[in-house]
């Protein structure tokens, strides 16, 4: 079965550093992976999402992530944090074994703290 | 731009209560998802669908159920609420395809309390 391991709950940066959000999967095949950012009191929105055309993935905003089959990680960045990028992000695999499309799978989340 | 609407932002309900979760999208998409969202847990799925009438458990459908009558609507329904079912309640939905990378377009939510 797919899973996602986010290994922060928390993280907190200053406006202008950059910032780091980690994640692990498992899957037995080779996965498509996202990345959903949720504002407060707002939908999830799609960052970004892998599916194996090239391993660094450009997103909005600013946010990249590379897949890293060997780690089996997909970790989130940006160069430089801005007050705006608070919000809860998830790490999601892709369910596989559904024959009609996408079924996802989220990581807990992690809050982004943006500290002025 | 994709359109999924939820038909309340916020619910407070009495424990017991039949409560009716409706979910729009305006983009003819083939398949519809519900997920309940808990603080340190993601999202859970509970009940999908790839067509009209049609519905597979998630995850979690235990106290759920759900209804698509029509194409773009799919309803969550909970036959008697009960405290443990408070929660944040999101709708998706997407187009049906045989492979793994469709993307679920979101809903804003829906903020469910039983008392």
């Known amino acids: 079965a797919q899973s996602v391991t986010q290994l922060d709950s928390h993280v907190s940066v200053s406006e202008g550093t950059p910032v780091l959000l980690r994640c692990n999967y498992s899957?037995?095949?080779?996965?498509?992976l996202f990345w959903y950012v949720q504002h407060p009191n707002k939908g999830l929105q799609l960052l970004l999402k892998y599916t194996s055309a090239a391993t660094l993935v450009k997103g909005i905003n600013g946010f990249e992530a590379e897949f890293k089959k060997s780690e089996t990680s997909f970790h989130l960045t940006k160069p430089s944090a801005h007050m705006s990028d608070a919000a809860e992000y998830f790490c999601?695999?892709?369910?596989?074994?559904?024959?009609?499309?996408?079924?996802?799978?989220f990581g807990a989340g992690t809050i982004l703290r943006v500290k002025s | 731009d994709v359109k999924v609407t939820q038909s309340s932002r916020y619910l407070v309900k009495r424990t017991g209560e039949k409560v009716f979760l409706e979910c729009v999208q305006d983009?003819?998409?083939?398949?519809m998802f519900w997920y309940r969202q808990d603080p340190g847990l993601g999202l859970r799925l509970i009940y999908f669908?790839?067509?009209?009438?049609?519905?597979e458990k998630g995850d979690i459908p235990e106290g759920y159920s759900v209804s698509r009558e029509k194409k773009e609507r799919f309803s969550l329904i909970l036959e008697s609420a009960s405290t443990n079912q408070t929660s944040m309640y999101l709708c998706?939905?997407?187009?049906?395809?045989?492979?793994?990378?469709?993307?679920?377009?979101f809903g804003p939510g829906t903020r469910l309390l039983v008392l």
């Open positions: 983009m003819d998409h083939e398949n």
């Open positions: 998706a939905s997407s187009f049906s395809t045989s492979g793994t990378q469709e993307t679920q377009y």
């Open positions: 899957s037995s095949y080779s996965p498509s």
């Open positions: 999601v695999v892709s369910d596989g074994t559904w024959e009609y499309g996408n079924k996802l799978v």
């Open positions: 669908s790839y067509d009209v009438k049609m519905k």
